[in-house]
T-cell receptor, first 110, second 114 residues
Framework: DAKTTQPPSMDCAEGRAANLPCNHSTISGNEYVYWYRQIHSQGPQYIIHGLKNNETNEMASLIITEDRKSSTLILPHATLRDTAVYYCIVRVQGDYKLSFGAGTTVTVRA | NAGVMQNPRHLVRRRGQEARLRCSPMKGHSHVYWYRQLPEEGLKFMVYLQKENIIDESGMPKERFSAEFPKEGPSILRIQQVVRGDSAAYFC????????????FGPGTRLTVL
């Protein structure tokens, strides 16, 4: 019952912006979009989340389409240390379970 | 501020032995979650605990697995009579409250069953 669809992998050049797409066409009005990443052999790391407005923090920007059926995580200046699996997760308010799918394996190349 | 601590980082057990995994949440966090990541798979929710209470253990196997979060001390995930299929990375996360608050993950314990 995957709620999100992400490409399995993508490459990005170091120093360039990385744009990670996520499709969540069945998202409900009270569901938020969360992004986590997992660097090899480490625990997942929270990146950002949003409901319908675009969000930005020190790590990334989150762009959510007006119909909320898809979103894009933007890493503005990718570094080699951004190589990781990125997970897009849809989460309803009050739901404490994080459901991790396969994610997108992002490889940043020098 | 120390993050979520887990120990041991690596644990090797023979079939039939017991495995005890410990998790100390971030300071001020009273909500603890355990997740399991089997090889080449995504993380799966196992159990959610608050101090001295199990809130949701719907993701825990019905047998051999148990979890606790005592009033004092770390949360413990206990696996009795381990089998090879229990080999996985076990991650603990904590949050300041439930719901939408972000969960902070520890480095994980990698269990290998010989």
């Amino acid at each position: 019952d995957a709620k999100t669809t992400q490409p399995p992998s993508m490459d990005c050049a170091e120093g360039r912006a990385a744009n990670l797409p996520c499709n969540h066409s069945t998202i409900s009005g009270n569901e938020y979009v969360y992004w986590y990443r997992q660097i090899h052999s480490q625990g997942p790391q929270y990146i950002i989340h949003g409901l319908k407005n675009n969000e930005t923090n020190e790590m990334a920007s989150l762009i959510i389409t007006e119909d909320r059926k898809s979103s894009t995580l933007i890493l503005p200046h990718a570094t080699l240390r951004d190589t990781a699996v990125y997970y897009c997760i849809v989460r309803v308010q009050g739901d404490y379970k994080l459901s991790f799918g396969a994610g997108t394996t992002v490889t940043v190349r020098a | 501020n120390a993050g979520v601590m887990q120990n041991p980082r690596h644990l090797v057990r023979r079939r039939g032995q017991e495995a005890r995994l410990r998790c100390s949440p971030m300071k001020g966090h009273s909500h603890v979650y355990w997740y399991r990541q089997l090889p080449e798979e995504g993380l799966k929710f196992m159990v959610y605990l608050q101090k001295e209470n199990i809130i949701d253990e719907s993701g825990m196997p019905k047998e051999r697995f148990s979890a606790e979060f005592p009033k004092e001390g770390p949360s413990i995930l206990r696996i009795q009579q381990v089998v090879r299929g229990d080999s996985a990375a076990y991650f603990c996360a904590s949050s300041a409250s439930s719901g939408l608050r972000e969960q902070f993950f520890g480095p994980g314990t990698r269990l290998t069953v010989l």
